[in-house]
Nanobody, 117 residues
Framework: QVQLVESGGGLVQPGGSLRLSCLTS????????MQWYRRAPGKQREFLAS???????NYAPSIEGRFTISRDNAKNTVFLEMNKLKPEDTAVYYC???????????WGQGIQVTVSS
């Protein structure tokens, strides 16, 4: 069973920062593209960023320059560093492991991020 465990969410004031983490197994971490998505209230799930095992990254235009995806290969963990947070960043954030060759995509449970004063 594939497990993706997110952590690091919570309540933050506008302009603040948070770092989300996603821990998974070694095989999942190395055989998949690791991604972050979010779903804001009343909206569809939105792709945010991805990182390959070679640390090639890709970002959605809506968050580029404010969010940074990275990985720690020693800890099988992918991060999403979020800066200059806005109220519209309030959402449930999901970690995903995707294999384009196998046609599979696994999801974490999601973690709430609330940006509010």
């Amino acid at each position: 069973q594939v497990q993706l465990v997110e952590s690091g969410g919570g309540l933050v004031q506008p302009g603040g920062s948070l770092r989300l983490s996603c821990l998974t197994s070694t095989s999942v971490f190395y055989n998949n593209v690791m991604q972050w998505y979010r779903r804001a209230p009343g909206k569809q799930r939105e792709f945010l960023a991805s990182i390959t095992r070679n640390s090639n990254t890709n970002y959605a235009p809506s968050i580029e320059g404010r969010f940074t995806i990275s990985r720690d290969n020693a800890k099988n963990t992918v991060f999403l560093e979020m800066n200059k947070l806005k109220p519209e960043d309030t959402a449930v954030y999901y970690c995903s492991a995707r294999s384009f060759s196998a046609g599979t995509q696994y999801w974490g449970q999601g973690i709430q991020v609330t940006v509010s004063s």
